[in-house]
């Protein structure tokens, strides 16, 4: 009886043991499981916050980049815009010059015939305040020079009224012209024909009993 007893104690033993070790087997292989899916999943964020910083960080540099970029770019369109204010300067310049140079010699020309046509003194004195007018326009026109986009439709009527100005000029010049000559030829019509009447009459004297 108490081999018996001792016996069955023994595989009840072993049993719970069995059981035990069964039960301590899945705990440890489940926290085993739950540890290396923690840490899978710690190592796939901090590759994903690896990523997101690289990304980050080539972002930036792309940006920096492209801000250097658009800072060369705004600095040549500066060189740029310098360039055209020195180009209209001296352009600017240039005309003065050049309308001055045209004053100079209207000045001339207008002494030349103040003896001939003094009836043109009037209407040359109101070329002359146009021209002035003209001059003052262009003095405004220094200040417009800032508006690029009507520097060249303010250049191109200013220089075309004084070109038109230039014209009429010319063609007044031109009208005189024609008139003396006119009129000269009118005084070479009338001399001969007094001269032809008085060979005529000199010669009708001489026959004359």
Known sequence: MTVSHQTDDAALEQKIAAVVQQILQREVDGLFAEKIAAFVRENERRSRELSLMERMVRVEEELKSLRELEAARFDAVERRFEAMDQRFEALQRE???????????????????????????????????????????????????HAMDRRFEALQREMGARFEAVDQRFQAMEQRFEAMDKRFLTVQWTLGIGFSFLTVLMGLLKFWP
């Not at 001339?108 to 003052?136: C, G, I, P, T, W």
């Open 95 to 145: 005309l003065g010059a050049r309308f001055e140079a045209i004053d100079k010699r209207f000045e001339m020309v207008d002494k030349r015939f103040e003896a001939l046509q003094r009836e043109m003194s009037a209407r040359f004195e109101a070329m002359d305040e146009r021209f002035h007018a003209m001059d003052e326009r262009f003095h405004a026109m220094d200040e417009r020079f």
